[in-house]
Each structure stands twice: as C-alpha cells, then as structure tokens.
C-alpha cells in the first residue's frame, strides 16, 4: 500500500511538471476559439499587375466557384491576395500601377468577381518586391536584370527579392528603415482604397517575411486580419531561405492594434501536386482541431503564361468543392475578413461556446504538441484524458 501511494504521488508530481512546464501552450490552445462547422476558403495570392490571362483566369474560377453552395446557399469565396504594380522597364521604382489602361480587363474582371460575391480582394502589397533591392540585385545578378527589362511575372524573380519587407539585395538580408515602412504602407493602402472603393481589411505578407514594424504600420493603416502560417520570418538567411522566426500565433490571437491573426498552413497547389485529395485532407485534419482550414494557393496554377495547366487546376478546384460538400454537408463558406470578424467578435453562430465541446477539441489539440504529447503519453496521462474525448452528438 506504501509503494501504491508513493507511486501515485510521484505521477502527481510528473503530471504537475509536464503541465507546468507547458501551461503557456496549454492555455493558448484552450483560448485559441473552437468552430462550430467546418469551414473552408481557398485562399490564392498574387493575382492584379501582371499578365492579361488573368482576366480570363478570374472570370473561370468565379463560374467555378459559383456551381457550388453549403448548406445555408452561400458559394466557395476566393480570396486574391493583390499585387498592385509592376515597374516600368529597367526601371525598379518606376510602377505601372493596376488601374492603368494595359490593365483595364483584369481590374474589370476582379471587380465582376466581386461583384458575384466569389472573389474577395486582400492587399498582398504595392509590389512583390522591395524596389531599391530589386534595383541593387540587377547590377549583380544577370537574371534580376533580364527580369526588369521585361517584368511581368514576379514569380519568375528568385525567391529571397520577392519579399517585399527586406532588403534581399544581398543575404543575409536586412531590415527596412522604418519611416520608410510606414510610407510604404501607407502608399499601397492608398492605392488598394483607390481601386477598389474601401481600404484593406486583410493583408498576406509576401512570402510571409514581415516584421514588428511592419506589422505596426499595417495597424496604424486599419488593418483588421493578418493571414499567417503561425509564425513571423524577419528576413532571409545567408540561402535565401526565411529565417528569424520572432514570433507565433494561433487563429484569432491579438495582432498589433486591432488586428487579429489567422494561420494558413495547408495547400491546394495543383502545380505542385498538391491536390484535392491533400486539400480534403488538410480539412478533415482542421476540422477535428476545430479549426478553419485556409488552403495556400497561387495564380501560377490558373495561368498558362506562369506554366500553371488552366483547365486541369480548374478541374481540381470544382473537384475539391464537390468532394468537400460531400464529406461534410455543413461546411460552410466565408472570406477572411468575414472569418476575422466572427473570431474577434466571438460570434456564437461560428464559434463554439459550449464549454464540455471546447474541452473536447482542446483534449486533441494538446494531443498534438510534440514535446508535451509524447511526456504526456509515456506517463499514461494522454490516454486518461482521451477518455474525455466525446464526438458530438
């Protein structure tokens, strides 16, 4: 009987540890909100100054995107994460902004999808590049500078310069100065406003490198929702690749100002083999973390011009909305900016507020860590509290 109680007080005190240890990410788990319905929004970037094809591209995803309907009758929306110039010739910081006449039938074409109710424009920045880089790493770089005497496809440029919020020119990359982040800012929010009617709710960081000021200045602008993979890169390292990991975040956690933050993570890239079997899984994984599922997609997949195969992702698109409404006939449909303001707003028509459910979903979120998962497991800790895990009803 001795040992018996000696044991069990020793797996008190190992189940107290592990809890301590990991309370800040128990916590954030519990207050990250809980969905009521499945939720799914293709979210797709760099559409706006570019190619002509577009035009033609938006129209065939809004008829896509309007032969479904979740079950309150409400269509798949598109997000389109804008891009709203391209430099003139040689010329880095010299823009051909998106309302110039070369542009007219994609303007027109994003406006009709609007208009429709499938397309909901987010700003992705003024350029998918920081200008003077740009300018500097086309005196270096041969390839930079065959680029900028005929731009068109930003996604053609090396990946280090397409992030706007650093100077990439040389790598490691370094920060911005930060009046003229502010200015930066400030100018692209203007322009998206002169666009499109109304200012910006919703920002996706290009190539999702960004820092505090910048995040800063997007909040002195009235940003509402910031589209991230839960996690802020600051720059690139001496390969190009993102580093400087500074920060992390969970739907619906407090940006700067009143902001909020959303996490995609998941992807419908048919490009790149990412297909809508991967998509639907993507979405049965979210939907049992009670989460929204936010799929990364990019214009690349809709355009010939950027090597994408038109009708084949158009095909996967109609696909995966079938085979979504299929799986789950209470999916439901809504933009980011939608999505943000039910999150903040804690709306009970979206987000769980029985309690005992919540506990349900946190049991699998916790699960899922992997430091604490796999302590919790070899104590046998994790399987007491799976015990709790209930499906609805």
């Not at 802020?232 to 969970?250: V, W």
Request: aromatic share 6%; hydrophobic share 45%; net charge neutral.
């Amino acid at each position: 009987m001795q040992l018996l109680t000696l044991l069990g007080a020793a797996w008190c005190l190992a189940v107290a540890a592990i809890l301590l240890l990991h309370r800040r990410a128990l916590i954030a788990l519990w207050r990250e909100p809980v969905m009521r319905h499945p939720v799914l929004i293709v979210e797709s970037d760099d559409w706006g100054a570019g190619p002509l094809e577009q035009a033609a591209a938006l129209d065939a995803i809004a008829d896509c995107l309007a032969r479904h309907h979740d079950s309150q009758g409400r269509s798949p929306v598109m997000t389109v994460a804008l891009i709203l110039a391209l430099p003139e010739a040689n010329a880095a910081s010299r823009l051909r902004d998106l309302d110039s006449p070369e542009f007219a039938t994609i303007l027109a074409a994003l406006h009709a999808g609007i208009a429709r109710g499938m397309l909901a424009p987010q700003l992705h920045g003024m350029t998918h590049f920081w200008p003077p880089a740009l300018a500097r790493a086309a005196l270096a770089q041969p390839q930079v500078a065959a680029w900028l005497a005929a731009p068109d496809l930003t996604e053609q440029l090396p990946s280090p310069l397409q992030s706007r919020w650093i100077d990439a020119s040389q790598l490691p990359s370094w920060p911005l100065d930060e009046a003229l982040v502010h200015a930066a800012v400030a100018e692209e929010v203007a322009a998206y406003t002169h666009l499109l009617g109304e200012p910006p709710q919703v920002v996706v960081p290009p190539t999702f490198v960004w820092t505090a000021t910048v995040e800063s200045a997007w909040a002195a602008a009235g940003m509402r929702v910031l589209v991230t993979p839960g996690r802020r890169f600051t720059g690139r390292d001496g390969t190009g690749r993102p580093a400087g990991i500074d920060k992390t975040m969970r739907n619906g956690e407090s940006a700067v100002g009143e902001a909020i933050y959303l996490v995609r993570d998941d992807y419908f890239e048919p490009l790149l083999g990412h297909t809508p079997e991967h998509a639907l899984a993507a979405l049965a994984r979210k939907t049992t973390l009670g989460r929204p599922c936010l799929l990364e997609t990019h214009r690349n997949n809709f355009l010939a011009a950027a090597g994408g195969d038109p009708d084949q992702s158009l095909a996967a698109l109609d696909r995966l909305y079938r085979r979504a409404l299929t799986t789950y006939p209470n999916l439901r449909f809504l933009s980011c900016a939608e999505l943000g303001r039910a999150l903040k707003d804690n709306d009970p028509a979206w987000v769980e507020q029985d309690r005992r459910r919540r506990f349900t979903i946190w049991l699998r979120r916790v699960a899922g860590l992997p430091r604490f998962g796999k302590a919790a497991r070899l104590i046998g800790l994790l399987p007491l509290l799976n015990l709790f895990d209930r499906p609805r009803p």
